[in-house]
């Protein structure tokens, strides 16, 4: 890969201090470990459920937790295994490397970006990618901001129509190059990417794996509230497009004000003063395959039929239905595809999808770590017992009260959760009944509810868009947090005005 991608730990910027903050390894070691100990004191519980599989409002009850210390012990030492290739047992819902069901671990999610990592540095290898972002960084040179608005407004779409979230994870490599090309620091690409992608999820308007799901489950058309959710998407867009440009410009303007630090050689990827030699007919090549490669993967994952006629439509015999299983395939085919048209030999196509391998195998161990810790949480039992006690926040509260108090006591939940699908299948039921009580739609439940999941999963260390998004871009938690923080608090005022105006009109 280009100096742009090498593996070392970012130098902080001159203005900022030495000092030594845990990788994010240890991070996810301590909240493992964090939440293993919590479960001693949490005691397990769990709801009714319906013909469908959905809790059912007021049937909490708690449960005896029959494992032993041993067992626990169990759970923990388990936990990056099953993080990786545990299986959820159908009858107990108990998930270990050992039982009959389906697979929880995100080996798919794994593999995946080892395949993306294969892909891009087989590109890279061929001359290709360099000599493209070198041209488009010299294009670029006077209006570089519009490559940040670009990327952000498509990444937002694809969030708030199909939930673009993990997907992301591919582009990394493609585009932190480029803005270090064009003068900005890997935060910048970071902000562009998390946070472009982020708040379209955050503001999903028909997103069927968040707000198809949440209105199946409080048993509401799929259009119900759109008219508030594209509101927000609109609006709570441009600020973010706003804040990542604000930032961009900063340190564009002085280096030493970047959040992110500078990796050795970063500094010296700048575009070209003069025009770049012109590229050659199998450079040409590899870019448009490079380029459809990706606009064949967002094809084949969009749920075409649920997005355009509703959740619960069937496909159309023309859609895909793709997951990462495909696309990793889609990925490894891809890379032999371009290393051949690319004129690399067998031996150097071997060695570069080794080097890719090798390269992005961190980013896809901080992934396998995060979803460890919601298996100590589902093994523990405990989630119901956190969703019960956040229940009864929100009851007897006025219309505006309620609006935002449904927001408030989902964030602690989506930080519990981060799957958005699964947080809605086990919040909704429970919520969405409340609202009949306080006289406002059940829709504005779903739309605080998806709020409350989108913006907690702007900075979630379990969730492998963030963890995975920053290992990948080689930026630490706590410098990603520091750049986050203030957007995340204009995001949460606005929801919270949104939500309380919304219920305020009825």
Not at 261 to 290: S, Y
Request: glycine residues 10%; neutral net charge.
């Amino acid at each position: 890969m280009s100096n742009a991608t090498a593996v070392a730990e970012p130098a902080p910027a001159r203005h900022e201090k030495q000092r030594s903050f845990p990788s994010t390894y240890t991070i996810l070691a301590g909240v493992s470990l964090a939440v293993w100990l919590a479960a001693f004191l949490i005691p397990a519980g769990a709801y009714n459920l319906d013909d469908q599989g959905r809790p059912i409002a007021g049937s909490y009850h708690r449960i005896e937790n029959t494992k032993s210390f041993v067992e626990r012990l169990r759970d923990l030492f388990l936990a990056p295994i099953n993080g990786l290739y545990g299986v959820q047992d159908a009858q107990t819902g108990q998930v270990g490397p050992d039982m009959s069901g389906e697979l929880y671990g995100a080996a798919a999610v794994f593999l995946f970006v080892l395949a993306v990592g294969a892909f891009i540095t087989v590109a890279f290898a061929t001359g290709a990618l360099d000599a493209g972002i070198g041209r488009l960084a010299y294009k670029l040179r006077a209006k570089a901001f519009l490559l940040i608005v670009g990327i952000m407004v498509v990444f937002a779409i694809a969030g708030t129509v199909e939930g673009f979230a993990e997907e992301t994870l591919g582009f990394y490599a493609l585009l932190v190059p480029l803005t270090l090309a064009l003068g900005y620091d890997r935060m910048t690409a970071v902000g562009a990417i998390i946070c472009g992608a982020g708040i379209g999820v955050l503001c999903s308007t028909v997103n069927p794996f968040a707000t198809g799901t949440a209105t199946s489950a409080a048993e509401i058309p799929i259009g119900d509230g759109i008219v508030l959710r594209v509101a927000m998407f609109v609006v709570l867009t441009a600020v973010t497009v706003g804040y990542v440009l604000w930032y961009a410009r900063r340190v564009k303007n002085d280096p030493d004000k970047s959040w992110s630090g500078w990796l050795p050689g970063d500094r010296d990827v700048k575009a070209e003063e003069h025009e770049p030699d012109p590229m050659t007919r199998r450079q040409i090549a590899v870019l448009w395959l490079v380029a459809l490669t990706f606009a064949f993967m967002i094809f084949s994952i969009i749920p075409w039929a649920s997005v355009i006629a509703g959740p619960d439509a069937k496909s159309y015999p023309w859609q895909l239905d793709w997951f990462f299983p495909e696309l990793t395939a889609l990925f490894l085919v891809g890379a032999v595809v371009i290393g051949l048209v690319g004129g690399l030999g067998e031996g150097k196509m071997s060695e570069s999808v080794g080097k890719g391998f090798g390269d992005f195998v961190g980013a896809g161990i901080v992934i396998v770590l995060a979803r460890g810790v919601t298996v100590i949480m589902n093994n523990t039992q405990i989630t119901a017992t956190v969703l019960h006690a956040l229940e009864g926040v929100v009851t007897g509260t006025s219309s505006a009260l309620f609006a935002v108090g449904i927001f408030l006591v989902n964030v602690p939940l989506a930080f519990l959760i981060p799957s958005t699908s699964g947080h809605a299948t086990l919040a909704m039921p429970i919520m969405a009944p409340l609202a009949d009580f306080a006289n406002v739609p059940r829709s504005l439940v779903v739309t605080a509810w998806q709020s409350a999941s989108g913006w907690a999963n702007l900075v979630t260390p379990t969730t492998a868009v963030v963890t995975g998004g920053i290992a990948l871009a080689k930026v630490r938690y706590d410098r990603y947090v520091k750049f986050v923080a203030p957007l995340m608090a204009i995001l949460f005022v606005l929801i919270c005005v949104f939500l309380a105006v919304a219920a305020w009109l009825g």
